[in-house]
């Protein structure tokens, strides 16, 4: 009849979501009920009064709210697996990246359009530079609220203070110049990635896969680390911090020049490129170009230098599709990721508006990695609930979350990204299934090789087991 014809549709339907073939054992089933009983009411309450739904809200007015969601707190505990889509300079909290501005020996520089740029020096030698603590000293009224306000994007009124997307990423690429100084100094450097791995432990994250797009420190005689440098800079923290925390299984780069700058130097890039693989193999794991696509430079000006980065080894992994424009070229370079034979595709926000596009991601396996949080703040897309990857998973492509630029905007971790995907953008019915192939995805899709991949998978088969029986007896 009526009913069970109906009802046949909504599981053939359901069948084609992320995670839904995946077989639970009793104990997993039985987290399932909890967590889908807890995610219905969440948003049984959101449903009943829109006001008290934060996934349809801006990120900057929900993300302390966000931290009282026992689903949240259920995702914080869980075990993600790993974390795919960062960039270098946006790892740590907010917090963390403020507080470095208390080191000694900062000075800084502000110009006269009011851009603030920071630099470390043994003493005081330029009248360019003020030291921090001086600055701190004599304009102390509003000093710190300048200060936090250069090294984030969060605003009162974001819809006001970026009316655009170009506004949200002027501001954007403007953190990016004023922590550039902070951020390479060598002591900084270091402290900042190893807080950063730190960060995702906590968060329950035990690998990472980051985008580099300058390869340079300094430190205060002077002396400039660059490129294969910098990367042993990388080797020996992530060593470090793996004898500090030996369940943490690692972290690798994806070489990133922006798309902007490279135009006039690709070649130079393909060789930095070449030698930082040389010297490190294991660890240089691919290419990317970012960077605005709306602003131009598509990956098919590209095409040729392309193949001689293929040569030299590595996947590709590159950003495309972050545009709201339809038919146009940063539209069109999802053609070029998949032609091109990316292993995943950052953000491929406009994917599913090219349907005969969407089947040949799936039948190459190309994994899309998605990252909500950051795609709201620079202003693509309002309401999580209409992101476009709500389409994509409901429809099985392979799909791994990331969260971009997490200190910009005051995102911790990758449990804000994981929430606003679960809690907006997939079915009231969606439940623990899905979540664990979010986690496996984001191994299976990863650069591990094969021995990797097996300790990789031993140790979130521990941490999962951990957490199904923590849920059971929690909730
Ligand atoms: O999601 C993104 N899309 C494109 N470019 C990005 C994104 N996040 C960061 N960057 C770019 O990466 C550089 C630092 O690594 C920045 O210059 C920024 O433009
Ligand atoms: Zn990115």
New binding site residues.
């Given amino acids: 009849d009526y009913r069970t014809e109906k009802n046949r549709l909504i599981e053939l339907d359901r069948e084609r979501t992320i995670g839904s073939k995946l077989h639970l054992t009793e104990k997993e089933n039985r987290a399932n009920e909890i967590i889908t009983s807890l995610k219905t009411s969440e948003l049984q309450s959101g449903f009943e009064d829109p006001n008290k739904f934060p996934s349809s809200q801006h990120f900057f007015d929900i993300r302390k709210t966000i931290r009282t969601s026992r689903i949240f707190q259920i995702i914080q505990k869980l075990p993600k697996g790993s974390s795919l889509h960062i ?4 790892l740590t909290s907010q917090e963390y990246l403020y507080n470095l501005t208390f080191r000694e020996n900062l000075y800084a520089s502000i110009s006269s359009s009011g851009e603030l740029s920071f630099r470390f020096f043994p003493s005081n030698t330029s009248t360019n530079w003020s030291s921090l603590s001086q600055l701190r000293r004599t304009n102390r009224s509003n000093f710190e609220e300048f200060l936090k306000s250069k090294l984030t994007l969060v605003r009162e009124d974001p819809r006001k203070s970026y009316p655009t997307v170009e506004d949200a990423w002027s501001a ?2 403007g953190i ?1 110049s004023t922590v550039d100084g902070l951020i390479s100094f060598k002591p900084v450097f270091e402290d900042f990635f190893y807080q950063g791995l730190k960060e995702l432990r906590e968060d329950n994250v035990k690998y990472v896969e980051i ?3 300058g390869l340079y420190a300094y430190d205060l005689k002077g002396k400039v680390y660059r490129d294969e440098e910098v990367i042993g800079i990388y080797a020996k923290v992530i060593k470090r911090f793996r004898r500090d925390y030996p369940d943490f299984v690692g972290a690798k780069f994806i070489y ?1 020049p ?1 798309r902007k700058f490279v135009r006039a130097n690709i070649d130079e890039e393909i060789e930095v490129y070449r030698r930082i693989r040389k010297a490190y193999p294991e660890l240089v794991v691919g290419f990317d170009l ?4 709306d602003k131009g430079y598509p990956l098919s000006d590209f095409v040729t230098h392309i193949e001689k980065i293929r040569d030299i080894g590595g996947n590709l992994y590159f ?1 495309a599709g ?1 545009t709201d424009w339809f038919g146009f070229e940063s539209d069109e370079n999802l053609f070029d990721a998949v032609l091109l034979n990316a292993t995943r595709i ?2 491929a926000f406009a994917l599913p508006k090219h349907p005969g596009l969407v089947e040949e991601v799936k039948r190459r396996g190309i994994a899309v990695e998605v ?1 909500p949080i ?1 795609n709201q703040v ?1 202003e693509l897309v309002g309401d999580f609930r209409n992101h476009p990857a709500a389409v994509m998973m409901a429809d099985g492509v392979p799909v791994v979350v990331g969260s ?2 997490p200190s910009f905007w005051g995102a911790e971790g990758l449990s804000h990204d994981w929430y606003v995907v679960f809690m907006a953008m997939t079915s009231r019915r969606t439940g623990l299934r899905f979540l664990k192939q979010l986690a496996l995805n984001s191994l299976s899709y990863s650069s591990l090789n094969g021995k990797e991949m097996g300790r990789a998978l031993e140790q979130w088969k521990v941490d999962w087991d951990e957490f199904i029986e923590f849920v059971i007896k929690r909730y």
């Fill in positions: 960039h270098s300079f946006a954007f690429q990016f985008r580099c797009t990133a922006h970012v960077g605005q696509e950003h972050e950052g953000h990252c950051s620079l971009d630029d």
